[in-house]
């Protein structure tokens, strides 16, 4: 396997008044090309405060986060943009799609922002709903679909751009068990047909035990432990 992602003594430390919270204290890690990793930890063990540095929605305090070699922590705002734009697909727990817009333009917009044509954007987001399983509803908007539905729209719309790596923040966490198994169930199916790399965040060990190949734990900011399914 090839390193798609490599952290070494990653950090993020924030200012509240006159504390400093040590979000990520040295987090150092890789994740393979193909790999299906789960990142594991309670309410402020820094999981969510990680992938918003792998998503390039947030800069490192210190240390070093290299996506195919290249060094987030070094780049310009205009190069991490286009880390968001080709590298990354993000999964919201909350869906965060845009209530008065349809399936079809949340899915469509992603690539509107990637500069995409317009005729190829409302093609690809066909496509994409279709391979969700929502081929009846591209003209629905969010509040009038299902929480699993919205899910499955946020999923189309992270894969709008074709990215290597798929971020999902605990992406059952508004589900029900039965719509939760269906979406973990179709980030498998993406995993291991469509060779993405996915890495989960949550807090539910037996969730990333079943899905993922790897599990890594953190606490407090720092890795405590690593297992293999």
């Given at each position: 396997?090839?390193?798609l992602?490599?952290?070494?003594g990653?950090?993020?430390?924030?200012?509240?008044?006159?504390?400093?919270?040590?979000?990520?204290?040295?987090?150092s890690?890789?994740?393979?090309?193909?790999?299906?990793?789960?990142?594991?930890?309670?309410?402020?063990?820094?999981?969510?405060?990680l992938?918003?540095l792998?998503?390039?929605?947030d800069?490192?305090?210190?240390?070093?986060?290299r996506i195919?070699?290249?060094?987030?922590?070094?780049?310009?705002?205009?190069?991490?943009?286009?880390?968001r734009?080709?590298?990354?697909?993000?999964?919201?727990?909350?869906?965060?799609?845009?209530?008065?817009?349809?399936?079809?333009?949340?899915?469509?917009?992603?690539?509107?922002?990637?500069?995409?044509?317009?005729?190829?954007?409302?093609?690809r987001?066909?496509?994409?709903?279709?391979?969700?399983?929502?081929?009846?509803?591209?003209q629905?908007?969010?509040?009038?679909l299902?929480g699993?539905?919205?899910?499955?729209?946020?999923?189309?719309?992270?894969?709008?751009?074709?990215p290597?790596?798929?971020?999902?923040?605990?992406?059952?966490?508004?589900?029900?068990?039965?719509?939760?198994?269906?979406?973990?169930?179709?980030?498998?199916?993406?995993?291991?047909?469509d060779?993405?790399?996915v890495?989960?965040?949550?807090?539910?060990?037996?969730?990333?035990?079943?899905?993922?190949?790897?599990?890594?734990?953190?606490?407090?900011g720092?890795?405590?432990?690593?297992?293999?399914?």
């Amino acid at each position: 396997m090839t390193a798609l992602l490599e952290t070494q003594g990653l950090k993020r430390h924030y200012r509240m008044g006159e504390s400093t919270v040590r979000a990520l204290d040295g987090v150092s890690m890789t994740v393979e090309q193909g790999e299906f990793v789960g990142l594991l930890g309670t309410s402020g063990s820094g999981k969510s405060t990680l992938l918003n540095l792998i998503a390039g929605l947030d800069r490192p305090t210190d240390g070093t986060l290299r996506i195919f070699g290249d060094d987030l922590a070094q780049m310009s705002s205009t190069a991490l943009s286009l880390h968001r734009q080709r590298n990354v697909g993000i999964i919201f727990q909350s869906f965060n799609l845009v209530s008065t817009m349809t399936a079809s333009d949340n899915v469509a917009l992603a690539m509107m922002f990637a500069g995409v044509p317009r005729a190829e954007r409302e093609r690809r987001a066909r496509e994409l709903l279709d391979a969700m399983g929502l081929s009846g509803r591209p003209q629905h908007r969010p509040p009038e679909l299902s929480g699993g539905e919205q899910q499955r729209v946020a999923i189309a719309r992270a894969l709008a751009n074709k990215p290597h790596l798929l971020l999902a923040d605990e992406p059952t966490g508004n589900l029900d068990s039965r719509t939760s198994a269906e979406i973990m169930g179709l980030l498998k199916q993406l995993n291991e047909r469509d060779g993405k790399t996915v890495i989960l965040v949550t807090h539910d060990a037996a969730l990333a035990a079943k899905y993922a190949h790897r599990t890594i734990t953190l606490l407090d900011g720092v890795v405590v432990g690593e297992s293999r399914s």
